[in-house]
């Protein structure tokens, strides 16, 4: 929202979201967004998904 916003990096913010989703997508997550008991999460660091993104 703020690349957007603030910004007006409407673009770069589109391709930030379209990166998240595509990692999310493949069932990695962060420990803090990981849902307890949801079976096929794989469950990373975030420097490893800050990274991919």
């Known amino acids: 929202m ?3 916003m603030s910004f ?3 673009g770069e913010a589109r391709n ?3 990166a998240m989703q595509s990692v ?3 069932g ?3 420990p803090d967004l990981a849902r307890r008991g949801k079976s096929g999460e794989k469950i990373v660091p975030r420097s490893l ?3 991919w993104i």
């Open 28 to 30: 990695y997550t962060t």
């Open 24 to 26: 999310f997508a493949a």
């Open 8 to 10: 007006g990096g409407k």
């Open 16 to 18: 930030l979201w379209r």
């Open 49 to 51: 998904v800050t990274g």
């Open 2 to 4: 703020m690349l957007e």
